[in-house]
C-alpha cells in the first residue's frame, strides 16, 4: 500500500525508512475527512439518524 501511495505522490519513504506525506497526500487527506463529515451530518440533520449510528455506516 505504501508503494501505491508513493506512485499517486501522496507520500515519500525517505533513505531512513520513514514516511512523510506530501503536500498532495495533506490535501487529499483533508478532502476525505471533510467528505467523511459532511456525509455525517446530512445523515444526521437530514436522516434523522443517531451519529453513532451514521458513523458505523
Given at each position: 500500500m505504501i508503494r501505491r501511495m508513493q506512485r499517486q505522490d501522496l507520500v515519500d519513504l525517505g533513505a531512513d525508512?520513514?514516511?512523510?506525506i506530501t503536500k498532495q497526500g495533506?490535501?487529499?487527506g483533508?478532502?476525505?475527512?471533510?467528505?467523511?463529515?459532511?456525509?455525517e451530518w446530512l445523515m444526521v440533520k437530514l436522516l434523522g439518524m443517531d451519529?453513532?449510528?451514521a458513523h458505523r455506516l
Open positions: 525508512k520513514r514516511i512523510r495533506l490535501e487529499g483533508k478532502d476525505i475527512a471533510r467528505r467523511h463529515r459532511l456525509t451519529l453513532h449510528q
